[in-house]
């Protein structure tokens, strides 16, 4: 699911507000600098999971037959291939 421009900064905004006024957090960085950080590393997570969700789509379209004849359910097949590609690359859903 791709996330709009303004919902990425909002949710940046509001991660690095919480993190500003939490009296255990020093920030050692300007709160501007610290949302564009925030906002980078959740484009870089969306971008990772649109690539895993077009490599599940491959695998799909690889055992198309083998998915038809054996009657399976695709949404699950989809989330068991999702979850095994995700474990593999290290990337937590």
Known sequence: ?????????????????????????????????????????????LEEEEDIDREVDELLRQHAREIERGDMDLGQLRLKFKQEIARRRGFLL
């Open 1 to 45: 699911m791709r996330m709009s421009q303004e919902k990425v900064r909002d949710l940046a905004r509001q991660i690095a507000e919480l993190l500003r006024d939490d009296p255990k957090v020093e920030l050692l960085a300007s709160e501007n600098a610290l949302r564009v950080t925030i906002g980078s590393a959740i484009l870089d997570d």
